[in-house]
T-cell receptor
Framework: GAVVSQHPSWVICKSGTSVKIECRSL??????MFWYRQFPKQSLMLMAT?????????EQGVEKDKFLINHASLTLSTLTVTSAHPEDSSFYIC????????????FGPGTRLTVT | AQKITQTQPGMFVQEKEAVTLDCTYD???????LFWYKQPSSGEMIFLIY??????QNATEGRYSLNFQKARKSANLVISASQLGDSAMYFC????????????FGTGTRLQVTL
């Protein structure tokens, strides 16, 4: 199956700093990528849909100025958590859609963010 | 609006036995896709199986099969010959309106395989 990588796998940062998370589709081109957030023992919550070359579409309640998404190429999307606060601590997972077959979504391994 | 319901927060199964994880859905779309993902403790979401709303046969992928009952709007996952490595969270998900739409996830079922 297709592979999606995510970097870093975990990060600890101080309150007020910004953190960038990268998501790459390694062996396929993804015109659409998704960013999810997952709290402990809960399901995945879609934050935004990222389309290559255009602005991301954010879900209701997600602050677009806080969670900056850039989809610069067909294989790379980045999520930047700006001015992070402890409540932003969470597990962030990206996903890339394969344009073939039935548009299967492949997920990255996730990034655990801890804001102190 | 789409909704996925997983009513089993946790399930136990003995090794080598089969287990069924329940999933019901609600949508007004005529065309939609149903997915199952496995999330082990490492956190990675692993795609298991897909069923299209117009597929006449139930999907199968190795030890995984999807019991698709369209009239009942259910898409249960059946795992045969359970293995210890199957212990994980399992999420049912749905996408409607064509491949451009987003996935909606259920709340998940935690499966524990015992000796």
């Amino acid at each position: 199956g297709a592979v999606v990588s995510q970097h870093p796998s975990w990060v600890i940062c101080k309150s007020g700093t910004s953190v960038k998370i990268e998501c790459r589709s390694l062996d396929f081109q993804a015109t659409t990528m998704f960013w999810y957030r997952q709290f402990p023992k809960q399901s995945l919550m879609l934050m935004a849909t990222s389309n290559e070359g255009s602005k991301a579409t954010y879900e209701q309640g997600v602050e677009k100025d806080k969670f900056l998404i850039n989809h610069a190429s067909l294989t790379l999307s980045t999520l930047t958590v700006t001015s992070a606060h402890p409540e932003d601590s969470s597990f962030y997972i990206c996903s890339a859609r394969d344009s073939g077959r039935f548009g299967e979504q492949y997920f990255g391994p996730g990034t655990r963010l801890t804001v102190t | 609006a789409q909704k996925i319901t997983q009513t089993q927060p946790g399930m136990f199964v003995q090794e080598k036995e089969a287990v069924t994880l329940d999933c019901t859905y609600d949508t007004s779309d005529q065309s939609y896709g149903l997915f199952w993902y496995k999330q082990p403790s490492s956190g990675e979401m692993i795609f298991l199986i897909y069923q299209g709303s117009y597929d006449e046969q139930n999907a199968t992928e190795g030890r995984y099969s999807l019991n698709f009952q369209k009239a009942r709007k259910s898409a249960n996952l059946v795992i045969s010959a359970s293995q210890l490595g199957d212990s994980a969270m399992y999420f049912c998900a749905m996408r409607g309106g064509g491949t451009a739409s987003k996935l909606t996830f259920g709340t998940g079922t935690r499966l524990q395989v015992t000796l």
